[in-house]
C-alpha cells in the first residue's frame, strides 16, 4: 500500500497562512480520491477538501474562498492551501487517498492562534 507523509502545519495567527503537503511514497495516479480531513478536540472528523484524478474540487462550506486543494501527480503530492485562517481551524489534518482501498497519513497539527 502507499503511504502518506503530511507536513506543512504549525502555529499561525488568525488570518495568517499555511501550506499543507501530503507526499506518497508512490504513484497516487490511481486514486481516484485524494483529500484533506480534520480533527479538532471533541469534535466530529470532518471532510475538509477532496480532489478527484480528473482535478474535481469540494470543499466544506466553513472553508470555501479560504483553502484550495491541488494535486501534482508528476511529484505524488497534494496540497491544501489555507489562507484568511480562524482560530475555528485548528485541528490535526489528515491527509487520505482513495482507490480500491483507503490510504491515511499520521496528520499535522495545524494551531491558529494570537
Known amino acids: 500500500q502507499v503511504q502518506l507523509v503530511e507536513s506543512g502545519g504549525g502555529l499561525v495567527q488568525p488570518g495568517g497562512s499555511l501550506r499543507l503537503s501530503c507526499a506518497a511514497s508512490?504513484?497516487?495516479?490511481?486514486?481516484?480520491?485524494m483529500g484533506w480531513y480534520r480533527q479538532a478536540p471533541g469534535k466530529q472528523r470532518e471532510l475538509v477538501a477532496t480532489i478527484t484524478n480528473g482535478g474535481t474540487t469540494n470543499y466544506v462550506d466553513s472553508v470555501k474562498g479560504r483553502f484550495t486543494i491541488s494535486r501534482d501527480n508528476a511529484k505524488n503530492t497534494i496540497y491544501l492551501q489555507m489562507n484568511s485562517l480562524k482560530p475555528e481551524d485548528t485541528a490535526v489534518y489528515l491527509c487520505?487517498?482513495?482507490?480500491?482501498?483507503?490510504?491515511w497519513g499520521q496528520g499535522t497539527q495545524v494551531t491558529v492562534s494570537l
Open positions: 487520505y487517498a482513495r482507490t480500491t482501498y483507503y490510504a
Open positions: 508512490g504513484s497516487i495516479f490511481s486514486f481516484n480520491v
